[in-house]
């Protein structure tokens, strides 16, 4: 007889996530986003920073070897025949330091016997140069017939000084003393403080390119008064109404490069890193160093060397650092963040 078993098999229903799961479950999600974000974004801002910082020392680089050729630094810009590149007195250093920066083709677009804006340097003046770029600084904002934008400026010292010629235009206020202005031309040799303690090069954002709105970060103010000393001129800048459009001077900073002017690639050590930038026509202005990397700017020295350089520095000590022959002893772990 044949036998038939038969086999009863459980079957076990696997329930669903409940509503109250799926919602812990998009919390926790929620908050590892919300954790890891910041995170990806300081990642992101080191990787910008760090780009920047070597595109600094590249600028830095290049003015070492301009003086290894030419036994001297480039001027700002030049009112004579100087520097056997043609009398033009508004190119800017930039221009002078594109063969030491590979980028050859570039300078042999720039015309030095015009002036900037000549049509002979459109070429030039609308070419965006990468090494001139820091990566951290926003320009959604600006124009698109501004030209080449600008980052990294060169220290003219913090002598509210601009129109520097052979003597100066205005008595009683001595000479610049910083590394770069016009005519400079300075010989490593004159940097009497010493190359490690003299700074060449900072940063500085982009501007809005308009007069009729204040952007307190980028803006160059107009305070109307006439100051003798850097102690005037940052004492005379931070005493304006910022919200008053009427003290606006200048806003279209940071561009063109080839322009040798102080709100396109000349800066100050006058007010501190992330202070007010103030012009005080004729021939007095404090542009001012100051970055999106939070509180401090990149600097690179003479020497090459690029420190991070804090906003909140012994204003002394950063003045020190941005004469050439003031006699100060000045230590980098006092200056940096």
Same mark, same amino acid.
């Given at each position: 007889?044949?036998?038939?078993?038969?086999?009863?098999?459980?079957?076990?229903?696997?329930?669903?996530?409940?509503?109250?799961?799926?919602?812990?479950?998009?919390?926790?999600?929620? &908050?590892? !986003?919300?954790?890891? @974000?910041?995170?990806?974004?300081? +990642?992101? /801002?080191?990787? #910008?920073?760090?780009?920047? *910082?070597?595109?600094?020392?590249?600028?830095?680089?290049?003015?070492?070897?301009?003086?290894?050729?030419?036994?001297?630094?480039?001027?700002?810009?030049?009112?004579?025949?100087?520097?056997?590149?043609?009398?033009?007195?508004? &190119?800017? !250093?930039?221009?002078? @330091?594109?063969?030491?920066?590979? +980028?050859? /083709?570039?300078? #042999?677009?720039?015309?030095? *016997?015009?002036?900037?804006?000549?049509?002979?340097?459109?070429?030039?003046?609308?070419?965006?140069?990468?090494?001139?770029?820091?990566?951290?600084?926003?320009?959604?904002?600006?124009?698109?017939?501004?030209?080449?934008?600008?980052?990294?400026?060169?220290?003219?010292?913090?002598?509210?000084?601009?129109?520097?010629?052979?003597?100066?235009?205005?008595?009683?206020?001595?000479?610049?003393?910083?590394?770069?202005?016009?005519?400079?031309?300075?010989?490593?040799?004159?940097?009497?403080?010493?190359?490690?303690?003299?700074?060449?090069?900072?940063?500085?954002?982009?501007?809005?390119?308009?007069?009729?709105?204040?952007?307190?970060?980028?803006?160059?103010?107009?305070?109307?008064?006439?100051?003798?000393?850097?102690?005037?001129?940052?004492?005379?800048?931070?005493?304006?109404?910022?919200?008053?459009?009427?003290?606006?001077?200048?806003?279209?900073?940071?561009?063109?490069?080839?322009?040798?002017?102080?709100?396109?690639?000349?800066?100050?050590?006058?007010?501190?890193?992330?202070?007010?930038?103030?012009?005080?026509?004729?021939?007095?202005?404090?542009?001012?160093?100051?970055?999106?990397?939070?509180?401090?700017?990149?600097?690179?020295?003479?020497?090459?060397?690029?420190?991070?350089?804090?906003?909140?520095?012994?204003?002394?000590?950063?003045?020190?650092?941005?004469?050439?022959?003031?006699?100060?002893?000045?230590?980098?772990?006092?200056?940096?963040?």
């Amino acid at each position: 007889m044949t036998s038939i078993i038969h086999s009863s098999r459980t079957v076990r229903n696997r329930s669903a996530f409940t509503l109250v799961e799926l919602l812990v479950v998009i919390a926790i999600i929620g &908050i590892l !986003v919300g954790l890891l @974000l910041p995170a990806v974004q300081a +990642a992101r /801002e080191a990787a #910008r920073r760090m780009q920047c *910082t070597n595109n600094m020392r590249q600028v830095g680089m290049a003015t070492l070897n301009y003086e290894a050729s030419y036994k001297r630094l480039p001027a700002s810009r030049i009112s004579r025949t100087a520097d056997r590149l043609g009398p033009a007195s508004s &190119i800017s !250093v930039h221009a002078r @330091l594109l063969p030491f920066m590979e +980028a050859n /083709e570039l300078f #042999r677009n720039v015309d030095f *016997t015009v002036e900037w804006n000549d049509p002979r340097n459109d070429f030039a003046r609308n070419t965006s140069v990468a090494t001139f770029r820091c990566p951290s600084d926003p320009s959604s904002t600006v124009p698109a017939n501004v030209g080449g934008l600008n980052n990294y400026y060169v220290n003219s010292g913090t002598v509210p000084l601009w129109n520097r010629t052979t003597a100066s235009p205005l008595p009683g206020i001595p000479d610049c003393d910083g590394v770069f202005y016009r005519d400079s031309f300075l010989k490593l040799s004159s940097i009497m403080d010493g190359l490690s303690n003299t700074a060449a090069v900072s940063e500085r954002m982009t501007g809005d390119f308009s007069n009729t709105k204040v952007s307190v970060r980028t803006d160059t103010f107009q305070p109307g008064t006439q100051p003798m000393n850097a102690a005037d001129a940052y004492r005379d800048c931070y005493a304006i109404d910022l919200n008053d459009v009427s003290k606006q001077g200048f806003s279209d900073i940071g561009a063109p490069w080839i322009r040798g002017y102080h709100s396109t690639t000349e800066y100050y050590h006058i007010a501190p890193p992330q202070g007010r930038s103030c012009m005080f026509p004729p021939g007095r202005i404090m542009t001012t160093a100051n970055s999106q990397h939070g509180a401090m700017v990149n600097m690179t020295f003479i020497d090459g060397s690029t420190h991070s350089v804090s906003s909140s520095v012994d204003l002394n000590v950063y003045r020190a650092i941005g004469s050439r022959n003031g006699g100060e002893v000045v230590s980098t772990s006092s200056i940096t963040e």
